[in-house]
């Protein structure tokens, strides 16, 4: 977690109002298709810079908000990022997911039935909003573990960087992650 972060998430109410309004959407949406769409999971467990996410895993179709995003931008949340998501499920039922592009035109013709402009990223100022670090990856000289940011992970990958231990003077190998 960033240490600047500041921001509180929304609160169990907030989160309920939320919920209400996406299953209005979805209710919407099911006049508008002439057809029910069930209402689905929703959860608060996003975090990083995405304000939600549709979320199909197995047979589970969840959506997944971002509180911190949330709190930082209520109305906008509220209103564009709802539906946002709602109009990912809403495609997800009519055509399937693997038949369409995220934000391709299936998703733009349900965001515009919707009442919302389609756009596909919030421009979003994130400042006090908990960001997860960026990945490392691990690698090992012989006399301990290094944390390499991605950037020269990528150069040894291609063979444009060779690092050496500072202490060991060791060369640096991946470690991989066990399966
Ligand atoms: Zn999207
Ligand atoms: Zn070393």
Redo the contacts with the bound molecule.
Sequence with gaps: MDLTANIQPISQQQQAEVRRATYQCIKQAGLLYQREFKELQVDFDLSGKCAGMYQVKRSLRRIRFNPWIFAKYYADSLGDTVT?EVA?YIVDCIYGLRRVK??GSEWQAVMRDLGVEPK?TGNYDLTGIPIRQYQRFAYSCGCRIHQLTVLRHRKILKGRAKYLCQYCHGPLTEVLPEK
């Design positions: 946002h990912h995220p934000h596909a």
